[in-house]
């Protein structure tokens, strides 16, 4: 069965380093959303990518975080540098773009831990 | 922006016995898909149910069934014969169809069951 898959699954990086994530999305999703979920609230969404082009990242801290899809295939987040705040599970979602798709299909997230 | 509201931090059932979860949103587009997500404690998030807007009959999938009201933004989702294995955080998600397919959460309710 396809899977989203994210990597690392647990990170601990100490305040100011950088840090990155990966997300390899379900074959033939052109839609791949970032979230960020904090400890008991619901997924904030981070950046959204149509392909390789970014279609939302309204609410993406654009001074320390960014995002490519280079080949309109896997993703990575970055954080740099990485602040105490920014603790939290960081979600990699994919879907089906409109009315070709339905619902979106999330990896096992990324536990993030900033000391 | 549309806007998902779920008003229950947390909900208590008996094993056995049925619930309701409560969600509202708030959307100016006439198409659209409703969805129920279910995350269990240091697990995946993984769809419960889903509800296309234009169809008036509501889904049902085994235990899980929802109350669509389109004109009250109102989608609700009652789980019969409540399981130990259906504590959970719920979210209830919209998504939109037209333009670039924005999925966006409500802050979930944590259901506990007992036995």
């Known amino acids: 069965e396809a899977e989203v898959a994210q990597s690392p699954r647990y990170k601990i990086t100490e305040k100011s380093q950088a840090v990155a994530f990966w997300c390899d999305p379900i074959?033939?999703?052109?839609?791949l959303y970032w979230y960020r979920q904090i400890l008991g609230q619901g997924p904030e969404l981070l950046v959204q990518f149509q392909d390789e082009s970014v279609v939302d990242d309204s609410q993406l801290p654009k001074d320390r975080f960014s995002a490519e899809r280079l080949k309109g295939v896997d993703s990575t987040l970055k954080i740099q540098p990485a602040e105490l705040g920014d603790s939290a599970m960081y979600l990699c979602a994919s879907s089906y773009p409109g009315q070709g798709g339905t619902e979106a299909f999330f990896g096992q997230g990324t536990r993030l831990t900033v000391v | 922006a549309q806007t998902v509201t779920q008003s229950q931090p947390e909900m208590s059932v008996q094993e056995a016995e049925t619930v309701t979860l409560s969600c509202t949103y708030d959307?100016?587009?006439?198409?659209?898909?409703l969805f129920w997500y279910k995350q269990p404690p240091s697990r995946q998030m993984i769809l419960v149910i889903r509800q296309e807007a234009y169809k008036q009959q509501n889904a049902t999938e085994n235990r899980f069934s929802v109350n669509f009201q389109k004109a009250a933004k109102s989608f609700s989702l009652k789980i019969s014969d409540s399981q130990l294995g259906d504590a959970a955080m719920y979210f209830c998600a919209y998504r939109t169809i037209s333009g670039y397919s924005t999925l966006t959460f409500g802050k979930g309710t944590m259901l506990l069951v007992s036995p």
């Open positions: 074959s033939g999703h052109a839609t």
């Open positions: 959307t100016s587009e006439s198409d659209y898909y």
